[in-house]
């Protein structure tokens, strides 16, 4: 049986311990506070099979991802001087 999430969602779980995890690290990511990936890993220690958590910690895993800018290549100017990428 699927529950349903503060914000009405119906998740892929049956555990409830897990979806009010959930709704944690998605209110931590939401406010930019703490660390969002823990929460959502006690999720996942809860119910392994819970698909949308395992959806959620791969979306953090890209924005953290997006958010260090890249490769070290990446900073360099066609002369290889080091540059500071935007904010």
């Known amino acids: 049986m ?8 119906e998740l892929s779980t049956s555990s409830g311990r ?5 709704d944690a690290a998605l209110t931590l990511l939401a406010g930019y506070f703490l660390d969002p990936l ?3 890993d006690r999720a996942l220690s809860d119910d392994r099979d819970f698909v949308s958590g395992h959806c959620l910690r791969a979306a953090l895993g890209v924005l953290a991802a997006e958010r260090s800018g890249g490769t070290s290549a990446d900073n360099e100017d066609d002369s290889g001087t080091h540059r500071r990428r935007p904010v």
């Open 18 to 22: 897990s979806v009010e995890r959930y």
């Open 38 to 40: 823990a929460e959502i």
């Open 2 to 9: 699927a529950l349903r999430n503060t914000h009405d969602l």
